[in-house]
């Protein structure tokens, strides 16, 4: 097998490089490689020389102008009635428009998954705090009835049983929002203005 190599005008428009500015070669192929796959490229094509296969990957290529893009190269070797090797012909197809499309998918994914775990996890909330809101709320009731009737011995206890309940919410509310500060630090939001007053009636009416 004569060691000539054969480029189309796509091949060098894909290293970056114009048409026939420079011969075409295995060693300047493998140095568009991108490092990371460089060992990967030249085993697949050692094997594929060995076995007389087909060979089909993909990897990174480096251009001119140091872009990196996404390509996916195949081919396969061409026998004489023999079975000796006389010729390998191959493609390299430019999919960086696919894998970025991928990626946003993969992306989109990822950003629908973790609004479902939000939207879980603010349910759990919500329910966490409805009770405590609802001790506050009818305790607070008979407390100011007892105050109003001056039977304070109750009106202790029902104090009490506010200030517990008072307390176990702020817990609720402190877990809350260091959660919302720790994934804040990985996640984008958009600012909104909230109303606590409707926040609250929100939660005990719910």
């Not at 011969?23 to 060995?50: G, N």
């Not at 993909?58 to 090797?85: A, P, T």
């Not at 206890?157 to 809350?176: F, M, P, S, V």
């Amino acid at each position: 097998m004569a060691n000539e190599v054969h480029w189309s005008k796509n091949m060098f428009r894909l290293l970056g490089l114009a048409p026939d500015e420079v011969a075409p070669s295995y060693e300047l192929a493998l140095h568009h490689v991108c490092d990371s796959d460089k060992k990967r490229y030249e085993e697949t094509l050692s094997q594929a020389i060995e076995n007389k296969t087909a060979y089909y990957f993909e990897n990174k290529i480096v251009q001119r102008d140091k872009s990196v893009i996404s390509v996916v190269s195949s081919g396969k070797c061409i026998l004489d009635e023999n079975k000796n090797l006389i010729r390998m012909i191959g493609a390299v197809q430019d999919i960086s428009i696919q894998k970025e499309i991928e990626k946003i998918k993969e992306e989109k994914q990822r950003a629908e998954d973790r609004d479902k775990v939000k939207s879980l996890i603010l349910k759990m909330i919500a329910h966490d705090i409805k009770n405590p809101f609802h001790h506050i709320n009818g305790f607070s009731e008979l407390l100011i009835e007892n105050i109003q009737n001056k039977e304070f011995e109750d009106a202790i206890t029902y104090g009490k049983i506010i200030h517990e309940a008072t307390n176990q919410t702020l817990k609720i509310l402190d877990r809350l929002l260091q959660w919302a500060f720790t994934d804040s630090n990985s996640s984008t939001f958009n600012r909104v203005t909230i109303a606590p007053k409707n926040l609250v009636d929100d939660v005990i009416g719910f």
